[in-house]
Structure formats: C-alpha cells, structure tokens
C-alpha cells in the first residue's frame, strides 16, 4: 500500500525559505511521477509542481516559477519542494501527490498525503 508523508511545513516570513519534503513507501520510488498541491480553506486544491520520474520534466504554477523548485532523490524515495521568497499568499496546506502515470501540470494523481502547513507572515 503506498503511503506518503510531508514534513517541513511551519511559519516563516515572507520573503523566507522552506523545504517540503515528502517520502514514498510500500512500493517503488522511482515508478511514480510526483506532483505538489496546495489548499486554503474554502478554496479547491491549486497545483504547485510536478517532477516527472527520473527528475524530469518539471512543471510549474505561474505563482511560483521562479520561486519554487521540485526535486527528487530516488534513493532516498523522497520528493522536494524547496520554496525561496515565500509571500502570505503561499500560506496553504502542501499536499504531494504520486501517480505511476505522468503528471502534467495540473494532473492529480492517485495516491495523497496527508499534508503539511505552511503559513507565511507578512
């Protein structure tokens, strides 16, 4: 059964630096393409970023290209979302994402976390 869990959420000042990290386990990292998601109370799941299975392609919302970057380690079944210059409006819950499909942006995979908080103060 594969199972997903996020860390590295928390409160940070705008203009501050996070990273989101998000481990794989009960099946094999490297068959999934990985993607982020975020949500605010009220409002329907954005897209974020999506890391296809070897590192590339990658995809980006126009919110945060430029700002965000997804990585991945294989060996380590983990995925990343290092976020640089974070604005109050990133404050969200971060969901990854897994799929054994590709992800183009926007595509939402099956498998969920069960999310991390990331709360930007301006």
């Known amino acids: 059964q594969v199972q997903l869990v996020e860390s590295g959420g928390g409160l940070v000042q705008a203009g501050g630096s996070l990273r989101l990290s998000c481990v794989l386990s009960?099946?094999?990292?490297?068959?999934?393409?990985m993607g982020w998601f975020r949500q605010v109370p009220e409002k329907e799941r954005e897209f974020v970023a999506a890391i296809g299975w070897g590192g590339d392609p990658t995809f980006y919302a126009d919110s945060v290209k430029g700002r965000f970057t997804v990585s991945r380690d294989n060996a380590k079944n983990t995925v990343y979302l290092q976020m640089n210059r974070l604005e109050p409006d990133d404050t969200a819950v971060y969901y990854c994402n897994a799929d054994t499909a590709g992800m183009g942006p926007g595509a939402e995979g099956a498998y969920w976390g069960q999310g991390t908080q990331v709360t930007v103060s301006s």
């Open positions: 009960g099946s094999t990292f490297s068959h999934y393409a």
